[in-house]
């Protein structure tokens, strides 16, 4: 098929990205729910009864084998997809904000994020060429130098799965659990051990930073580029009406 380019300044291919890392976020989703709905007690909790008869300190093992476990490399593949795409929706901002000011296409254009105020206008000298000064203004509130957090989380995410390998996810599990002796039943087949009554038991999948879920974080930041879209969609003469 062959690829038209737009013959103005648009924020459409931005969006695209963005409902594209929307997608990658609801397939992740998918894989999440059913891999609970597979493992729903994943954990098996015992106790020693001599710990009980003999009222000794609590020592509870927990017995995860036999928890199926996620398939963590393909949520890794489609957690970097999605936050490429969302890199991607922010660069196409700048190359459509640039050739919007200007009135021609630049090359080399990128949304910058910068940790460091003294570096930014070496950034804009960089990536915002033909950029206007109010709408490079309007970017800075954008910048982790300017206390925006969610741009520095998603660099930070995004930058080892361009760069050197697969985005790092990881599964973590827990769960409670309460010593009732009336509620403890025997081990079939060790007598010398009580199964233990659990609850909330939990399989959540993490990003390698383990600040958040990997569906809780990809949901924030999709929903942060898409209001950022929003706000100079109008500058581009575009609704989603």
């Not at 982790?144 to 973590?172: I, M, Q, Y």
């Not at 609850?199 to 990809?218: G, H, N, P």
Request: hydrophobic share 40%.
């Amino acid at each position: 098929m062959t690829m038209i380019p737009p013959e103005r300044p648009s924020l459409r291919g931005a969006k695209l990205r963005s409902e594209r890392a929307a997608e990658h976020l609801q397939a992740i989703h998918r894989i999440e729910a059913k891999f609970k709905q597979d493992n729903p007690n994943p954990v098996v909790a015992t106790i020693e009864r001599a710990i009980i008869d003999e009222g000794r300190p609590l020592a509870v093992h927990a017995d995860w084998s036999r928890t199926r476990h996620p398939p963590t490399k393909m949520i890794g593949i489609l957690a970097g997809e999605a936050l490429y795409n969302l890199r991607a929706a922010l660069d196409y901002l700048v190359f459509g904000l640039a050739w919007l000011d200007c009135g021609s296409q630049q090359d080399d254009t990128q949304f910058p994020i910068v940790d460091n105020p003294r570096r930014w206008s070496r950034a804009v000298q960089r990536w915002m060429r033909g950029v206007s000064a109010e709408h490079i203004d309007r970017i800075v509130p954008y910048q982790p130098f300017s206390g925006c957090t969610w741009t520095r989380k998603l660099r930070d995410l995004s930058n080892p799965d361009k760069h050197r390998s697969l985005t790092a996810v990881e599964a973590h599990y827990g769960f409670g659990f309460r010593i009732d002796p009336e509620r403890l039943t025997p081990v079939p087949d060790d007598p010398d051990r009580l199964f233990v009554p659990v609850f909330d038991q939990s399989a959540e999948i993490y990003f390698w930073t383990r600040e958040d879920t990997v569906v809780a974080t990809l949901r924030g930041l999709v929903a942060e580029v898409g209001r950022v879209l929003d706000k100079f969609q109008g500058d581009f003469g575009e609704s989603d009406v």
